[in-house]
């Protein structure tokens, strides 16, 4: 199969080092990749990846047999209808299937009307509704921008007056999307989050092994919000049965209600849980593999996830479970000094080893410089990939090669999977 891969962070180049594992695969073309993609084959310049139109012409024109969407913006830009109407099959949601990340507010309706377990919320156009509606409820308060932002525009903080400021960052600054800006403030769910993925073929969902992720900058769950700063899988701790409740009470719901509205769901479908006295609650959904945890769950899957990706896209996806390795993962983030508001770019980067069975440093905010050097490009930089027999293992083995990994600003969490 001749497969073309959108995106160039360190989960697209973790898809396509999977992908590329696969003795279907003939040749992975990434498009707007990076270094670590262009190793794995050729990376095309010069398309947008969410200039759908000129995305499809291209898919076509080079006859690929299957289109991978790795981030969010070119499917809430209707990137995978463009491809269906041109015939070229797609991994991933339609636009309308994509509002469930590109939306919060649309997601809080679909999980009213399937019945889904998630936070009290509100949603509000009127800065002054939006702040009446705080000031009654206790904190912590939970204030999220109702578009797409980078996984940046979440605040949960106890302080009203944060929360305010927050509240017009979403309305009027830079969070604000759409005709009309909306944010969304929630109830705050306690315990501790998990991360579930499903492979959705419209009908049916196949979960893969979950992932726990590190959303705060800095060590002790502290400092904003980030993309992600680590990960790792399996999780020991979960309750038995925990993933098929998710799948029983939350994602077949969500497919069944959404194939009620005439357009099914196919792709990844990321649930962000809470795992509350009270059982499991939905914090979002995503419309993709979650990054960081996308670098912790694919170097354990030993199923063929190309077969899968392809089955799921034509709405043939067989039931059964996915084979894992019984090994663990541990993914440490490497980001620029100053990310997430104003990360540092520059700087030759040393010291990145040799892929390995134990040890695997994907790709995010790197380039090339004239003379060959990859040099830090952004605010997440590398993902740096340790796989042990347990995750003290795999963690020991992460950090090693944290440490050997050099450049002027580099900065990342010494808690990862502690």
């Not at 944060?162 to 944010?183: I, K």
């Not at 830090?376 to 027999?389: E, F, K, M, Y």
Request: proline fraction near 7%; charged fraction near 20%.
């Amino acid at each position: 199969m001749k497969v073309l891969l959108l995106g160039s962070g360190g989960r697209e180049h973790a898809l396509g080092w999977a992908i590329s594992r696969s003795p279907r695969c003939d040749e992975l073309m990434s498009l707007s990749g990076n270094p670590g993609l262009a190793e794995l084959g050729p990376s095309v310049e010069g398309i947008d990846a969410s200039d759908v139109g000129a995305v499809a012409a291209f898919a076509r024109a080079q006859g690929t047999d299957l289109v991978v969407v790795g981030p969010e913006a070119p499917l809430a830009a209707g990137v995978v209808d463009a491809l269906n109407s041109m015939g070229v099959a797609a991994f991933g949601p339609t636009r309308a299937g994509a509002r469930l990340e590109a939306s919060k507010s649309f997601a809080k309706e679909v999980m009213a009307a399937a019945g889904v377990p998630t936070g009290a919320y509100g949603q509000f156009t009127d800065a002054a509704e939006a702040a009446a509606y705080l000031t009654s409820h206790p904190a912590p308060h939970v204030v999220k921008a109702d578009g797409l932002a980078a996984g940046k525009g979440v605040l949960v903080t106890e302080s009203l007056d944060d929360a305010t400021a927050w509240v017009e960052r979403c309305l009027t600054g830079s969070f604000a999307s759409g005709e009309e800006p909306t944010v969304v403030i929630e109830e705050f769910l306690p315990g501790p989050e998990l991360s579930v993925f499903f492979l959705c073929d419209g009908i049916n969902a196949v979960p893969l092994q979950p992932a726990r992720d590190y959303k705060r900058r800095s060590e002790g769950d502290t400092g904003p919000n980030t993309g992600g700063m680590g990960s790792f899988s399996p999780v020991a701790d979960l309750p038995e049965g925990l993933v098929e409740e998710v799948r029983t009470t939350i994602a077949l719901p969500v497919l069944t209600e959404m194939a009620s509205r005439g357009t099914p769901y196919r792709g990844f479908l990321y649930v962000g849980l809470a795992l509350t006295p009270d059982g499991p609650k939905v914090i979002e959904f995503n419309c993709r593999l979650g990054d960081p945890e996308t670098q912790a769950v694919l170097p354990l899957l030993e199923s063929d996830l190309l077969a899968l990706m392809h089955a799921a896209a034509t709405a043939t996806l067989p039931d059964g479970d996915l084979v894992w390795s019984d090994r663990a993962a541990v993914n440490v983030v490497l980001a620029a000094d100053g990310y997430p508001e104003s990360p540092t770019k520059g700087g030759v980067i040393t010291g990145i080893p040799t892929p390995s069975d134990d040890l695997i440093v994907f790709h995010a905010g790197t380039t090339s410089d004239e003379k060959g050097r990859t040099v830090a490009n952004g605010g997440r930089v590398l993902s740096v990939v340790g796989l042990g027999d347990d995750v003290p293992s795999a963690r020991q083995r992460a950090y090693g090669a944290v440490d050997a990994i050099s450049w002027p600003h580099k900065v990342f969490r010494t808690d990862i999977a502690q």
